[in-house]
């Protein structure tokens, strides 16, 4: 399966302020995703990342908020903007392969918002 | 909307105990279930199903996918130290990859 990393691993935010969480792939791959999981909680999914054009974002989660870059098939970027608490989670990338319909996951980015 | 439900939400077995863990679901398009381990922050991936009645075997965990009572199960024998960990099931949405995550079950294994 494709090797993926995320930076930072983790993070202490003030509130107010953004990060930019990025992951990137060691292969080509089609499809890139991004979830949420808060304190206690599962994975949401927040938005796929589509090359070369606007994320696709779920119920609950706006482009202003959670801007989403995807240059190329290898690199995607997550950016919480105007954090607040309410944001501190693990943020974790994924993809699916273009011969596999399973998802892997990146390492997850651990952010709390002071 | 799709939904999946865990059962139980948390489970205590002594080392060398086997358990089953529970997942059933509510979905519009089925691809596929997902079963993943997730220990720290990763989840890591550990089965696909997408066919009834066919198990998928990994050393000591086992998974089976019931698609008319829609529901799948993983089990895991000899449980060791090891194993401790919250399971995660997940089904995928056929149209849009998109999967749907149940809550969970944390599994504690203890001497």
């Known amino acids: 399966s494709a090797v993926i990393s995320q930076k930072p691993s983790r993070d202490i935010c003030q509130r107010g302020t953004s990060l930019t969480i990025q992951c990137q792939v060691d292969?080509?791959?089609?499809?890139m995703f991004w979830y949420r999981q808060q304190p206690g909680q599962s994975l949401t999914l927040i938005a796929t990342?589509?090359?070369?054009?606007?994320?696709?974002?779920e119920s609950g989660f706006v482009i202003d908020k959670f801007p989403i870059s995807r240059p190329n098939l290898t690199f995607s970027t997550l950016t919480v903007s105007n954090m607040s608490p309410e944001d501190s989670s693990i943020y974790l990338c994924?993809?699916?392969?273009?011969?596999?319909?399973?998802?892997?996951f990146g390492p997850g980015t651990r952010l709390l918002v002071l | 909307e799709d939904k999946v439900v865990q059962s139980p939400l948390s489970l205590v077995v002594h080392e060398g105990d086997t358990v089953t863990l529970n997942c059933s679901y509510e979905?519009?398009?089925?691809?596929?279930l997902l079963w993943y381990k997730q220990e720290k922050k990763a989840p890591t991936f550990l089965f696909m199903l997408?066919?009834?009645?066919i198990e998928k075997k990994s050393g000591r965990l086992s998974s089976i996918l019931d698609k008319k009572e829609l529901f799948s199960i993983l089990n895991i024998t000899a449980t060791q130290t090891g194993d401790s960990a919250i399971y995660l099931c997940?089904?995928?949405?056929?149209?849009?990859?998109?999967?749907?995550f149940g809550t969970g079950t944390r599994l504690q294994v203890t001497l």
């Open positions: 292969s080509q791959v089609t499809m």
């Open positions: 997408t066919s009834s009645g």
């Open positions: 994924s993809v699916e392969e273009n011969s596999e319909e399973t998802q892997y």
């Open positions: 979905v519009t398009n089925f691809r596929s």
């Open positions: 990342a589509n090359q070369g054009s606007e994320a696709t974002y």
């Open positions: 997940a089904v995928v949405d056929g149209t849009a990859s998109k999967l749907t």
